[in-house]
């Protein structure tokens, strides 16, 4: 297996983690986003705040303006960075932090031999709680908010929220 077969093999499988937590543990203030990324012509796109997968990437990939152009991640109500380097080479990151996002994506870049590495796109969506949600007199009835029993479990459902699975690095950080 090449590295290019490898590196979209990673991604496929990350695009399912993300949409079994959107499909699980969406709530209505998700704003989910794509990142797309052309390493020939040196072109991406970015969008946030589409209602669903597919029309985050459509909008993105309606920003690369390159014939290229592939989605790289989907992202939710967390931050994302994409780092590229003059020869094409490329590394993101998404975290609760941007400094942490950007730093990695750059760290990512260089290890792929990347030359010359700098933030080519980023975005950081609200934290879920901090998201705007106009006031309702009562939730619909098809609504279950789980409740968490304590502290830890709260922790635990907003990082699943934030589309994180657990027991990577990503969700460790989420939890503290």
């Not at 496929?12 to 990142?35: A, D, H, Y």
């Not at 992202?75 to 960075?81: E, G, K, T």
């Given at each position: 297996?090449d590295?290019?077969?490898?590196?979209?093999?990673?991604?496929k499988i990350?695009?399912?983690?993300?949409?079994t937590?959107?499909?699980?543990?969406s709530?209505?203030?998700?704003?989910?986003?794509s990142?797309?990324f052309?390493?020939?012509?040196?072109?991406?796109?970015?969008?946030?705040?589409?209602?669903?997968?597919?029309?985050?990437?459509r909008?993105?990939?309606?920003?690369c303006?390159?014939?290229?152009?592939?989605?790289?991640?989907?992202?939710?109500?967390q931050?994302?960075?994409?780092?590229?380097?003059?020869n094409?080479?490329?590394?993101?990151?998404k975290?609760?932090?941007?400094?942490?996002?950007k730093?990695?994506?750059?760290?990512?870049?260089?290890?792929?031999?990347?030359?010359?590495?700098?933030?080519?796109l980023?975005?950081?969506?609200?934290?879920?709680?901090q998201a705007?949600?106009?006031?309702?007199?009562?939730?619909?009835?098809?609504?279950?908010?789980?409740?968490?029993?304590?502290?830890?479990?709260?922790?635990?459902?907003?990082?699943?929220?934030?589309g994180?699975?657990?027991?990577?690095?990503?969700?460790?950080?989420?939890?503290?």
């Amino acid at each position: 297996m090449d590295f290019n077969t490898f590196i979209q093999s990673l991604h496929k499988i990350q695009r399912l983690f993300f949409l079994t937590g959107v499909l699980f543990f969406s709530s209505p203030s998700f704003s989910i986003g794509s990142i797309v990324f052309d390493q020939d012509a040196l072109k991406g796109g970015i969008s946030w705040n589409a209602s669903s997968i597919s029309e985050a990437d459509r909008i993105a990939l309606g920003y690369c303006k390159a014939s290229n152009c592939k989605v790289l991640t989907n992202f939710a109500d967390q931050c994302i960075a994409l780092a590229a380097g003059t020869n094409g080479a490329y590394g993101y990151k998404k975290s609760i932090s941007l400094t942490e996002a950007k730093k990695v994506a750059i760290e990512t870049c260089k290890k792929y031999e990347g030359v010359e590495c700098s933030i080519f796109l980023s975005h950081c969506d609200p934290e879920p709680t901090q998201a705007i949600i106009p006031p309702v007199s009562k939730p619909p009835a098809a609504v279950v908010k789980p409740q968490a029993t304590n502290s830890m479990e709260a922790k635990r459902q907003k990082c699943i929220r934030l589309g994180l699975a657990p027991g990577t690095n990503d969700f460790a950080q989420c939890l503290n």
